[in-house]
């Protein structure tokens, strides 16, 4: 009620994880409230510890929530270790992943981000690591530190992940047309790059689609077309050459 109150007052959204019980059964849950102090939506925890399953129920459902801004996902804590949760994500593309947690994640972090192309959210319920903020490139924008136990940042939703093999020239032609009104991140040693509309009328879609630029995992499912067809073409080609070799 005292979050509520406050996410009422402040006509913010606010996210918290709690023990909690519902029909006779307890789970650890991601509960997310609205602007009006309303539940948004609940997440209940999908792989609780071994020891934490002697008391929590793990649950098999993982759907967006959706806000007025965008699309939430949201992990807890042990989650972060499961391949199989992270994937069911990136197929679903969420805006934001919210991922409170005991658990900092390390390395987990960036990874999450950068294959859900999400912006990775972490409340960290200790102090000896911090809480950060991270882009869909896996790159920190925002943490807390030893002063201030709380990380801050503007973030820009309106972004589409593409790979640089392909897409060189549209880019610069892309930055020469609308300068500052876009923003190109390039992180390094990936070879994909973030583009991020500024304009207040034109989305990054609509500048991705101006330039015939090529999607992240267009460019992937791309390769993996090009590789079956080789891959099927390969053992006749070999036949043919085992052929040749013993019929000179």
Known sequence: DYLASVAK???????????????GSWWNSCILLDRRGKIAGIYNKNFPTIQ?????????????????????ACAVCFDLNFDELRERYAQQKPDIILFPSMYHGGLEQSKWAYSCQAYFVCAYGFLNAPSEIRNPLGEMVASSTNYYNYAVATVNLDRKLVHLDNNWEKLTALK??????????????????????????????????EFDIQ?????????????????????????????????K
């Open 215 to 247: 999607l992240l995992d267009d460019y992937f499912n791309q390769s993996r077309a090009v590789r079956e067809q080789k891959l099927i073409k390969a053992p006749a080609k070999d036949a043919i050459d085992e052929y040749r070799k013993h019929n």
């Open 9 to 23: 007052d402040n006509h913010c959204y606010i996210a918290f994880g709690t023990k909690r019980e519902e029909n």
């Open 52 to 72: 934490e399953m002697n008391e929590i129920m793990p649950s098999d459902e993982a759907e967006l929530l959706l806000c007025d801004f965008g699309t939430v």
């Open 176 to 209: 020469r047309k609308y300068g500052d009104l876009v923003s190109i991140s390039d992180p390094g040693r990936i070879g994909a790059v973030m583009i991020t509309s500024e304009h207040d009328s034109i989305s990054a879609d609509r500048m991705i689609d």
